[in-house]
């Protein structure tokens, strides 16, 4: 039932987020393979269903493979593609190397491939553009918001990492770190790991509540996802603060939880890790195929900031339909 | 009788258990700090309770699987399916308490299966549960649809974050299964016949013990258990995270069971000292995360304890520390 | 006898452990080209003198000496450079490796600095022919029976040390045919001038090969003595220090025809393992299984059991058919079962000796209905008392306990569940002499008092005594049932050999 649903909404809701929508008609009848790494997070999971969407608004014939995580069946699947002869390739690829000789072929091919949301060890000719988001801009565009927030007053920030070691944990605590720096009223008092998660989330807060005077001394949380941030509201709930208020919530991803937490008041600002890489994607092949314009080798898509001012029950409705 | 009770005080997970919380207390002075606050106890002890009340469920249910010599590494995927389960059946309007025992019944289905591969069908237990263990996982993100299932439905909270007597309902509802088990495997001749399974599983069989009936049951219990943390774990994040949901905590779970002196090579087990064990792991947790240590050492601090907790227990240890009260002892049956 | 003829001698050891004197002064010499029985119940210091002789254990008071001068040995491989080598019971090389890189491991002949295969394996065949042994050296020496793999690794132990070789209990897990080879081996080693310590628990092996047989007791050195002036009877009291009755009773107890029966097997067989037999037992009896290793008599023992259950035939109990599938089928129906291998099917040995005694009694109670701890203490300390079970305690671990004190457990076990029909395989193997009496003892009286019994043992002369009928087995087969007067071990062999068409390998 959950995915009728799901289609209606998404149907419904699509034109919301075309952003843009130039050259949709040189796209009409293409045929495009798009190789995605599986559904191991809600975001993937609206990235695909954003993705049809996007094909579909613009006539693509979008052939879709789910690699479950490995390379060999995205490479697989890229033959595949290859061999049907589609017009274009679309990759997710699930890790940064060996990618050289399957790419090779889909040049020698001229099929043009293009990555999204991640990148490749491989020489450039090898792809037409990459879409990726800016992790460490994502960072800098909550910190710089916290900034903002709290003007001169002292403020004693808690940090939820990422994952040790992981790319978006280190980027995002580097932008974070960027933004901040330079306003001495502003520390970062704590910073553990929450694994991305809701219930380390949870944990980690709730362990910096005890650390620092009950969560009195807490001004801000900054979670490196939304998931950790939406634990951490429910860990501020049950200190008896009041999230938003006594202690505020920034953090990153912009999944349709954290806006039903802005409508509750409980958090304060979200940036937005869009699930529209296919967009930007279509756009650049379109005017690629039509007069031969080389995109940038590095399309980075918007960091876009969202607040309780931003209609959160708008955007809630908006994203709930993608899979998130 | 007093000699039993000096043993049990002397015992090495409780030695350790108070040293790791000793070490907690030292890193952070309010440690031992509690408050009630809105009707419940409140402070970084009760977080060790809370935290670790999941563990200690699987803990549990794994005591009595490695007692047979058995391993199942199926609890973490279990918890993620059964937690999906709960949280889909509660959004869809079902009430919850069909959620609940719907979760329960695919918990115990889930050990059932382990216990068919293991028991009847003669397969290693650690590849009979890896089955479940990398399937599971798919069969929750299918449930979910591979999105975090969230929900409002309070009487499915209340499992998670609720509170009885000020305590938080995980570590209550540990502590009930805790009871429960113990005095299932002590009062009945199960735990003798499962310790005989895990020394010897031929002796049994010729000693007339319905060895593949009594496998069945361990890991339909060990499921029963998973599905109890998994409701748990997901009523407490007030959604069902297919992906994240008990990712690893088997290891966890295993590890508590070694720590609580139980042998992987089967036989003698202490379900409560398995539970202890799931206590030391959480308050080793607790504490790392009170320490504010970079989070890059939080495995290595965690590795350190562990090789301190298990030399503490080596039979080294034991020796040296047993020596002066085992020469005197002298019993027999007259 | 001058020291100096001596090529091995403890003079004076003592070796104390704790509080315990294990060893207490003994004098112990070793001649060339003789083989000298080194016997003593179990935990009368015999292994703990054997460590010392080999490096394993130093010496608190005393020495050891060598071709008279007195030596320190720091570890048996040391020994091994002094020509001392020892095989143990339990065969450990290498079963995955081939026979002669067993027999040279760490030795091997080298060329070019790496190892010379095909020299080393020329080298294994000529020695293995000079132990009468033509199998390929380049075969896994897993794929060998026990008595093989116990040959390589006397060749090995000889081939390194040379002047000592010490046997500690080969024959423990070998068939008759198998001992016979070994004592061949023995013999031709002994003829060459080496000397032979062999410790056993089997007195007429002792008696078959020895020149000189030691005897030790609770750590003291009892006597040595030239076994040609000596008796079996003589040798038996030097071991316990006591007269027991080791019975040489020609005639098979009498048939109790009178009383009523009890079980009866008909046409009751399983495919490959046992051909469908009839038997017919009455209460108070005892059936004596006879039969060379691997004859089917462990099988039938199983099979009546239900640990394999019969795909053929029928089965009565008093009188009333019955279906046999499972053991506890079996035990419901009152039957009890003490395997051959004791430590693989037998004992528990982490769990105590108390729940090791209860735990066949508990498993007829079923799951719920649990003996407490006072319970079991109580039955296990009347069978352990009636069983004469030697342990500190009945907590301890069984696997502490003696092999003998094991096999007395696991009696009790049966007898705690009150059976009616006791299936005891090998009961006496590998036991000491104390403990031996005790179940020849037991089995006496379980059969005066009226207990159906089946017991297969290897020990012909015991059989004779306690039995009321004998079977015989052959090629998982019954080939011969006798009864009456005048059977004793050499009618039995008769039976087994005449009914043996082929000659054993």
């Known amino acids: ?324 | 009788m007093k000699r039993l009770h000096l043993e049990r005080l002397a015992n090495p997970q409780l030695l350790a258990l108070a040293g790791v919380l000793l070490i907690n207390w030292l890193l952070f002075p309010n440690f031992f700090r509690i408050t009630w606050q809105d009707g419940r106890l409140f402070g970084s002890l009760i977080d060790v309770l809370n935290r670790g009340a999941p563990v200690a469920i699987l803990a549990i249910g794994m005591t009595g699987v490695i007692a047979t010599k058995g391993v199942d590494l199926s609890v973490g995927a279990i918890m993620a399916v059964c937690g999906a389960v709960a949280a889909t059946m509660v959004v869809a309007g079902y009430p919850t308490p069909v959620a609940v025992i719907a979760a329960l019944a695919v918990g115990i289905a889930c050990g059932l299966w382990n216990g068919f591969l293991v028991a009847i069908l003669d397969i290693q237990p650690i590849v009979a549960t890896l089955v479940l263990m990398v399937a599971g996982r798919g069969i929750a993100q299918l449930i979910t649809e591979g999105s975090i299932v969230t929900f409002n439905d309070p009487a499915l909270i209340f499992i998670g974050t609720g509170s009885f007597l000020g305590f938080p309902m995980a570590a209550v509802i540990a502590l009930a299964l805790l009871i429960l088990v113990t005095l299932l495997v002590r009062k009945t001749a199960i735990g003798l016949f499962i310790q005989a399974i895990g020394v010897n599983r031929a002796a049994a069989s010729l000693a007339g013990i319905r060895s593949r009936m009594l496998l069945v049951l361990v890991y339909a219990l060990s499921g029963f258990c998973a599905a109890i943390a998994g409701i748990v774990v997901a009523a407490d994040i007030r959604g069902a995270d297919a992906n994240n949901s008990g990712l690893w905590l088997e290891l966890d779970a295993i590890l508590a069971v070694v720590i609580g002196g139980t042998s992987l090579l089967g036989g003698r087990f202490s379900v409560p000292m398995a539970v202890v064990g799931a206590i030391i792991i959480q308050a080793m947790n607790t504490g790392i995360l009170m320490s504010g240590f970079p989070p890059e050492f939080n495995l290595i601090v965690k590795a350190g304890m562990i090789i301190l907790i298990l030399l503490i227990q080596s039979p080294f240890a034991t020796r040296l520390f047993v020596r002066q009260r085992l020469v005197p002892a002298k019993a027999g049956p007259k | 006898m001058q020291d100096s003829d001596y090529v091995l001698e403890a003079r004076g050891v003592t070796k104390i452990f704790g509080n315990h004197t294990a060893l207490d002064a003994i004098d112990f010499g070793l001649r060339p080209g003789e083989v000298h029985a080194l016997l003593g119940e179990n935990g009368a210091g015999k292994s703990t003198l054997i460590k010392v002789l080999t490096g394993a254990y130093q010496p608190d008071a005393g020495g050891v000496f060598v071709d008279g001068a007195l030596v320190t040995l720091d570890n048996p491989l040391h020994a091994q450079t002094h020509g001392i080598g020892t095989v143990y019971q339990e065969v450990n090389l290498l079963p995955n490796r081939s026979v002669a890189e067993n027999l040279y491991l760490g030795h091997q002949p080298t060329r070019f600095g790496l190892v010379d295969h095909r020299k080393m394996e020329k080298a294994a065949k000529t020695l293995l022919e000079r132990y009468g042994l033509a199998i390929d050296p380049s075969s896994d020496l897993g794929s060998h029976s026990v008595a093989v793999q116990q040959i390589v690794a006397i060749a090995r132990a000889v081939e390194l040390s040379g002047k000592v070789l010490i046997l500690d209990e080969p024959t423990a897990s070998l068939d008759r045919n198998e001992v016979e080879r070994l004592f061949e081996v023995i013999a031709d080693l002994k003829k060459s001038g080496l000397a032979i310590i062999f410790i056993t628990h089997f007195l007429d092996q002792v008696f078959a090969i020895s020149d000189r047989v030691t005897v030790l007791r609770n750590g003291r050195l009892v006597d040595t003595r030239q076994l040609d002036s000596v008796s079996r009877t003589d040798v038996v009291r030097l071991m316990l220090g006591k007269d027991i009755a080791f019975s040489g009773a020609t005639d098979l107890e009498p048939e109790r025809p009178t009383t009523d029966v009890l079980l009866d097997f008909k046409s009751y067989g399983r495919k490959r393992s046992v051909h469908p037999f009839d038997l017919t037992i009455h209460k108070g009896e005892v059936i004596g299984v006879a039969g060379l290793l691997g004859s089917g008599r462990t099988e039938m023992a199983r099979l009546m059991f239900g640990a394999d259950p019969a795909d053929q035939g029928t089965i009565t109990v008093a009188g009333k058919p019955t279906a046999i599938r499972n053991t506890t089928d079996a035990i419901s129906r009152g039957f009890g079962f003490c395997p051959e291998d004791r430590k693989a099917e037998g004992i528990f040995g982490d769990l105590s000796v108390r729940e090791n005694i209860i735990i066949a009694l508990q498993g007829k109670l079923g799951w719920f209905r649990a003996l407490n701890r006072d319970e079991q203490l109580e039955i296990a300390g009347k069978f352990g008392e009636a069983m004469d079970i030697r342990a500190a305690s009945l907590d301890m671990p069984v696997k502490l306990l003696s092999g003998g004190n094991q096999q007395k457990v696991i009696l009790s076990r049966w007898l705690a569940t009150d059976p009616a029909f006791l299936i005891l395989d090998e009961p006496t193997r590998g036991i000491d002499v104390g403990a031996h009496a005790e179940i020849v003892r037991t089995i006496n009286r379980l059969r005066d008092d009226g207990m159906a019994m089946v017991v297969i043992s290897s020990e012909l002369d015991e059989v004779v005594a306690y039995s009321s009928r004998i079977v015989v087995m052959r090629d998982r087969e019954m080939v011969a049932e006798l009864r009456g007067k005048n059977i004793n071990p050499g009618v039995i062999v008769q039976a087994i050999a005449n009914s043996a068409d082929e000659a054993q390998p």
């Open chain 1, 1 to 324: 039932m959950n995915i009728i649903k799901t289609l209606a909404v998404a149907a419904g809701l699509a034109t919301a987020l075309t952003s843009v929508a130039i050259a949709q008609d040189s796209l009409n009848g293409l045929v495009v393979g798009f190789s995605q790494i599986g559904s191991e997070s809600g975001w993937r999971a609206a990235e695909t269903s954003v993705t049809k969407q996007q094909a579909e608004e613009r006539g693509i014939d979008l052939k879709f493979a789910d690699a479950q995580q490995k390379q060999e069946n995205q490479i697989k699947a890229i033959r595949g593609f290859i061999a049907q002869g589609v017009d274009a390739i679309l990759v997710a690829p699930v890790v940064a190397t060996g990618w050289e000789d399957v790419l090779t072929e889909a040049k020698e091919a001229e099929i043009p491939v293009i990555l999204l949301d991640r990148g490749v060890d491989a020489p450039e000719d090898l792809y037409l553009t990459s879409v990726a988001s800016d992790q460490v801009k994502e960072g800098r565009v909550a910190g710089e918001w916290l900034v903002a927030e709290v003007g001169d007053a002292d403020c004693k920030i808690v940090e939820l990492q990422g994952t040790v070691g992981s790319t978006p944990a280190i980027n995002r605590k580097q932008g974070f770190e960027e933004a901040i720096a330079g306003h001495a009223n502003l520390v970062i008092a704590r910073s553990q790991t929450g694994d991305f998660t809701r219930a380390k989330g949870k944990e980690v807060m709730e362990g910096f509540i005890k650390a620092e005077n009950g969560g009195a001394d807490i001004c801000a949380v900054y979670a490196h996802n939304d998931d950790m941030a939406v634990g951490a509201i429910q860990a501020i709930k049950d200190a008896g603060l009041k999230p938003g208020t006594d202690i505020k919530v920034v953090s990153i991803d912009a999944v349709p939880d954290i806006f039903a937490a802005m409508v509750a008041g409980e958090a304060n600002a979200t940036v937005e890790l869009t699930p529209n890489m296919a967009g930007p994607a279509f756009d650049a092949l379109a005017a690629y195929l039509k007069d031969g314009t080389a995109p940038e080798k590095f399309i980075i898509t918007e960091s876009k900031l969202y607040t309780p001012a931003d209609n959160p029950q708008g955007e809630y409705d908006t994203r709930k339909g993608l899979g998130y």
